[in-house]
């Protein structure tokens, strides 16, 4: 997607918004270059755990195909020359590099069960994953966790590294049609039809169960009634949110780490 300045109906603002590319192969380069600065920006957040998380794009031509980050390679360092373009039997079809057997089985599942899904998001966060370990759903506590509200699922079921493709099918079964998921024991998998917007949900849910936990820890949090919920919820939590809320991150690596490109 391209961007393109289209006027708010009610401030007078002008926002950017998601454009049209004009061929596939510029939607494939732009897809490979937001993966490639959204993996930098996991590593700024501090998302990386050794060799675990991965983020996938969707190919455009190829829809059971899709662009993933190699195994064993470090966030900080991605570029789009790294990327892997993997089939739907888990071959690397592009690339010289080795896919991460668990990338494979959560991600194909989800994209072979969301057509509406371009992108997904995983990685062993601090905060989400020890969120994970309490078995229930984030409470709409604050504005930014309510774009979750009624929109994230729990996987109550822990059976390993995720590395097997059945598994990796209940996974996608329990995301259902939601933005989120919770797997327990584990973390959270995100997704959306963009890059920009996935990534956004991975980062603001992972901050959203910081914020939960640190409440928690506190004292007795006040949640926010169900109708300020929903209706935060429609307003925060929308796609061209997601996917706007991203722009700004995606200003700074463009900026200051323009190598990824390459």
């Not at 603002?13 to 061929?23: N, V, Y």
């Not at 789009?80 to 010289?96: C, K, R, Y």
């Not at 072979?112 to 994970?132: E, G, I, K, L, T």
Request: net charge negative; charged share 20%; with cysteine.
């Amino acid at each position: 997607m391209t961007t393109t300045d289209e006027p708010t109906t009610d401030a007078g603002l002008r926002l950017p918004r998601p454009g049209e590319t004009t061929s596939v192969e510029e939607e494939r380069m732009l897809r490979k270059l937001k993966l490639a600065g959204a993996l930098r920006i996991f590593g700024r957040f501090g998302f990386s755990e050794g060799v675990a998380g991965h983020i996938t794009a969707r190919d455009p031509e190829f829809d059971d195909h899709f662009w993933v980050n190699p195994f064993g390679v470090s966030f900080n360092r991605m570029k789009v020359s790294d990327l892997l373009l993997v089939n739907d039997a888990g071959e690397v079809v592009e690339g010289d590099r080795s896919v991460n057997d668990a990338a494979f089985a959560i991600h194909s599942a989800i994209h072979a069960a969301r057509p509406d899904v371009v992108a997904a998001a995983h990685s062993h966060a601090v905060h989400s994953r020890a969120f994970s370990t309490l078995g229930k759903l984030l409470d709409p506590l604050t504005q930014d966790a309510c774009a979750f509200y009624g929109d994230h699922a729990l996987h109550p079921d822990f059976g390993g590294v995720v590395a097997d493709v059945d598994y990796g099918r209940q996974l996608a079964a329990t995301l259902g049609s939601h933005k989120a998921v919770i797997h327990q024991n584990h973390g959270a998998v995100t997704v959306g039809a963009s890059v920009d917007e996935a990534v956004w949900w991975f980062i603001t849910l992972e901050r959203s169960c910081q914020a939960q936990l640190l409440a928690d820890a506190a004292g007795t949090p006040i949640p926010i009634p169900h109708d300020a919920a929903a209706l935060t919820a429609s307003q925060v939590g929308t796609s061209i949110a997601g996917w706007f809320q991203f722009q700004p991150l995606w200003d700074d690596i463009v900026a200051e780490q323009p190598d990824f490109a390459d």
